[in-house]
T-cell receptor, first 113, second 114 residues
Framework: KNQVEQSPQSLIILEGKNCTLQ??????????LRWYKQDTGRGPVSLTIMTFSENTKSNGRYTATLDADTKQSSLHITASQLSDSASYIC????????????FGGGTRLMVKP | NAGVTQTPKFQVLKTGQSMTLQCAQD?????MSWYRQDPGMGLRLIHY???????DQGEVPNGYNVSRSTTEDFPLRLLSAAPSQTSVYFC?????????????FGPGTRLTVL
């Protein structure tokens, strides 16, 4: 069964600290993996996308890594800010058509002052 | 550009009532889709469309209908609402070229069925 598991489910960190969110997947075949940020009451917004051949991708203070062999991805947030408080969702595409996506349940991050 | 817009933002229905969730995009995207998001679960695909006049079922299509008469609009109809359809509904759109292209999501509709 195609699954995307994220950990931890929730996380609280102090402003300025770093954190790493994990995503493990059993999706096959694999096309690409995307991380989204979802603010409370809003729709998800894409942060990064990686294909099979990409190991790392950065977007400002967000850095995503992908290990296609172990089927693991991580999202590292550097020097967290209050505005980073949100849910972070890992999504794996099975094909290029875009209609076969498996979403993780998300990690809820709270950054406290 | 307004991006992807959804109306209403909130809705409360009684069991058995019908309603239509509206979705529109102004980016001339061919691909549009509807998802539902339930607590602790990932988004699940309800229906999708690859262009005007073409729709197909996703993972959880039962109890929902869609149509795509124009490129811009992709309404989702609940035929006879049930408490199990209480959820947050997201519409999304993406340009042609496959899943590598970013999918843009609307702000969501929070639906409660009593």
């Amino acid at each position: 069964k195609n699954q995307v598991e994220q950990s931890p489910q929730s996380l609280i960190i102090l402003e300025g600290k770093n954190c790493t969110l994990q995503c493990n997947y059993t999706v096959s075949p694999f096309s690409n993996l995307r991380w989204y940020k979802q603010d409370t009451g809003r729709g998800p917004v894409s942060l990064t996308i990686m294909t099979f051949s990409e190991n790392t991708k950065s977007n400002g203070r967000y850095t995503a890594t992908l290990d296609a062999d172990t089927k693991q991805s991580s999202l590292h947030i550097t020097a967290s800010q209050l505005s980073d408080s949100a849910s972070y969702i890992c999504v794996v595409a099975h094909n290029n058509a875009g209609n076969m996506l498996t979403f993780g349940g998300g990690t809820r991050l709270m950054v406290k002052p | 550009n307004a991006g992807v817009t959804q109306t209403p933002k909130f809705q409360v229905l009684k069991t058995g009532q019908s309603m239509t969730l509206q979705c529109a995009q102004d980016m001339n995207h061919e691909y549009m889709s509807w998802y539902r998001q339930d607590p602790g679960m990932g988004l699940r695909l309800i229906h999708y469309s690859v262009g005007a006049g073409i729709t197909d079922q996703g993972e959880v299509p039962n109890g929902y209908n869609v149509s795509r008469s124009t490129t811009e609009d992709f309404p989702l109809r609940l035929l006879s609402a049930a408490p199990s359809q209480t959820s947050v509904y997201f519409c999304a759109s993406r340009g042609a070229g496959g899943s590598y292209n970013e999918q843009f999501f609307g702000p969501g509709t929070r639906l409660t069925v009593l």
